[in-house]
């Protein structure tokens, strides 16, 4: 039998790849979309399909048990703050200027 605290941890990995699916499908329409001739068709549709499938994701983790619900949501979060750190913009180095003659 599963201890509390093995739900929990396997709760929250399994919320940590939904939150893998979610923005990283994001990260991918976002490259993809800006790309195309129709873009608010890829967001739509990227959108729909990402909510719909974490949702079932989130139902299908919790079995009615808010507890469930609270530690997948956890990993989701976590999931949210690599996902920032991951994608966001590195300033880059700047040249220096050449030295006098």
Known sequence: MVSDVQTVALMGAAGLGLGAFFYGG???????????KRPGLWFAG???TRAGLTL??????????WERLAASLAGFL??????????????????????PR
């Open 78 to 99: 976590a999931a949210r703050v690599l996902a920032a750190g991951l994608t966001r913009e590195r300033p880059k180095e700047h040249a220096h200027a050449p030295e």
């Open 46 to 48: 990227s959108f729909v």
């Open 56 to 65: 079932a994701g989130f139902h299908f983790l919790a079995e009615g048990r």
């Open 26 to 36: 994001l990260w991918w329409t976002t490259r993809r979309g800006l790309r195309s």
